[in-house]
C-alpha cells in the first residue's frame, strides 16, 4: 500500500515508519522543513518536502496523488492560535477534500481522547484553540466519504512502549464509552496503534479513543471489529 504520512517528523510519525516498512507499505513523509529529510528517510519513509499549510486543494491533491492512504499527524504545535487554526484545522480539513479527489481510500486522523464539538475546554484556556480545530476536523472528517478512523489517545508521553492499550470506540461526536476516564498513553503505543489500523480497513468509520493498559494492540482492535455489526 502506498501512504502519504504528513507530519512525518513528529514523534509518532517516526515511530509509526518503521513499522509501516516492515509491514511491506511504501510511506511518503511529508515535511514542511528540508533538513528533516535524513530523519524521515532513517524511520524508514521516503522524504517529500510540501509546506501543507500553504497548498490549496489543487496543490494537497497533486501531492497525494498515487496514495491509497492518508495519516495526519501533523500540528502547529500550540502557541501561536492563528497557526494552530490554519494547521490543525484549515490545512488537515483540505488534506481530506484533497484525499477524496486523489482518489485516496482510506484516511487516519491521529487526534486526542477529548476531541469533540462539546470539548468543554474554557475559551480562556490557551488549549481552547486547539480544541476548537480539531473538534472541526475531526467532524469534516466524520462526513467525507472516505474510509476514516480516527485516534484518540489519552495524554503522551515518552515511556517505553508496552505494546498494550485500553481501548474504547466513541460516538459520532467523539464522545468515548461510558467508563473511560483520560489517562497517559506512550507515544510508541500510538504508533503501534495507527500501523495495526493500518492493516485493518474494516475500522473505517470508527474513532478509537485509548490509554495506556493491559490489552495487547491487536487484540483490542481486533474486539473492536469482533464487536461490529459487519465484522
Known amino acids: 500500500m502506498r501512504i502519504a504520512l504528513v507530519g512525518a517528523h513528529g514523534h509518532i510519525a517516526r515511530l509509526a515508519g518503521p513499522l509501516l516498512q516492515q509491514a511491506g507499505h511504501t510511506v511518503s513523509g511529508i515535511v514542511r522543513n528540508p533538513d528533516h529529510e535524513t530523519d524521515v528517510r532513517e524511520a524508514g519513509m521516503e522524504p517529500v518536502v510540501a509546506d501543507v499549510e500553504q497548498l490549496d486543494v489543487g496543490g494537497l491533491t497533486r501531492l497525494l496523488d498515487g496514495h491509497d492512504l492518508v495519516v495526519w499527524s501533523a500540528g502547529a504545535g500550540g502557541g501561536n492560535p492563528e497557526r494552530t487554526l490554519a494547521v490543525d484545522r484549515d490545512a488537515a480539513i483540505r488534506s481530506m477534500d484533497a484525499a477524496q479527489a486523489a482518489g485516496a481510500e482510506r484516511y487516519v486522523m491521529v487526534s486526542y481522547a477529548g476531541s469533540r464539538p462539546d470539548h468543554g475546554v474554557p475559551q480562556d484556556n490557551p488549549f481552547a484553540t486547539y480544541a476548537d480545530a480539531k473538534a472541526a476536523a475531526d467532524m469534516h472528517l466524520r462526513e467525507s466519504s472516505l474510509g476514516w478512523t480516527i485516534l484518540g489517545p489519552s495524554r503522551l508521553t515518552d515511556d517505553p512502549g508496552t505494546g498494550a492499550v485500553e481501548l474504547v470506540t466513541a460516538d459520532g461526536s467523539g464522545r468515548p464509552a461510558e467508563g473511560f476516564e483520560g489517562g497517559e498513553v506512550p507515544r510508541a503505543d500510538v504508533a503501534a496503534v495507527l500501523a495495526a489500523v493500518v492493516e485493518r480497513p474494516r475500522l473505517a468509520g470508527t474513532t ?24
Do not use: I, M, Y
Not at 211 to 224: C, E, F, Q, R, S
Open 208 to 231: 478509537l479513543v485509548f490509554n495506556g493498559g493491559d490489552v495487547p494492540v491487536d487484540a483490542a482492535l481486533d474486539t473492536v471489529l469482533d464487536g461490529r455489526p459487519d465484522a
